[in-house]
Antibody, heavy 120, light 108 residues
Framework: QEQLVESGGGVVQPGRSLTISCAAS????????IHWVRQAPGKGLEWVAV????????YYADSVRGRFTISRDNSKNSLSLQMNGLRAEDTAVYYC?????????????WGQGTMVTVSS | SSELTQPPSVSVSPGQAARITCSGD??????AYWYQHKSGQAPVMVIF???KRPSGIPERFSGSSSGTLATLTISGAQVDDEADYYC???????????FGGGTTLTVL
């Protein structure tokens, strides 16, 4: 079964850092681009970042560029999002999500999400 | 950066057609994708590349696009279709994804 499982969420103080992870199984991870998408409490979905299948390209939303870093380890079928300088507005459920194909921005598989709370 | 605009809510009676619109500058050059999101669950793609329906998605879900407007239509909406629906696309440079603000569909 094709699956993505996020981990590493928790409560963190403003200004601090946190790294969340995503473990893939059931498909050839190295063939797929992967997104991070978040949803703040009571708000809509927000696209955060994407990384190409081989890690060669990384793109970010304006709201996180310069603070967040997306990376992957294809040998371990894993994806990470390092979040620095966290703000209250970064509080959200973070989903990793598989891009349907390299030529399409469709998302066909989503994880269940991990909650990040930024609070003092 | 690009923006996509959706109505906050749509309400229909069971069996009626529900239409959810999404307007924005990525269209028509970029495709629209539609996601159904129920509370506590992962989102599900119901339409991709403007009009295509993934396997397993009921035929009552359809998509269309004209100019800067993309539309999701649920023909004969059912109570089980109640959810938040989001359109999604990519900016003109092809390097940033963008979601619409979401539309809450009520079927009652």
């Amino acid at each position: 079964q094709e699956q993505l499982v996020e981990s590493g969420g928790g409560v963190v103080q403003p200004g601090r850092s946190l790294t969340i992870s995503c473990a893939a199984s059931g498909f050839t991870f190295s063939n797929y681009d992967i997104h991070w998408v978040r949803q703040a409490p009571g708000k809509g979905l927000e696209w955060v970042a994407v990384i190409w299948f081989d890690g060669s390209k990384k793109y970010y939303a304006d709201s996180v560029r310069g603070r967040f870093t997306i990376s992957r380890d294809n040998s371990k079928n894993s994806l990470s999002l390092q979040m620095n300088g966290l703000r209250a507005e970064d509080t959200a459920v973070y989903y990793c999500a598989r891009k349907f194909s390299h030529s399409s921005w469709a998302i066909d598989i989503w994880g269940q999400g991990t909650m990040v709370t930024v609070s003092s | 950066s690009s923006e996509l605009t959706q109505p906050p809510s749509v309400s229909v009676s069971p069996g009626q057609a529900a239409r959810i619109t999404c307007s924005g500058d990525p269209f028509p050059k970029k495709y629209a994708y539609w996601y159904q999101h129920k509370s506590g669950q992962a989102p599900v793609m119901v339409i991709f590349e403007d009009t295509k329906r993934p396997s397993g998605i009921p035929e009552r879900f359809s998509g269309s696009s004209s100019g800067t407007l993309a539309t999701l239509t649920i023909s004969g909406a059912q109570v089980d279709d109640e959810a938040d629906y989001y359109c999604f696309s990519v900016n003109s440079d092809g390097n940033q994804g963008v979601f619409g603000g979401g539309t809450t569909l009520t079927v009652l």
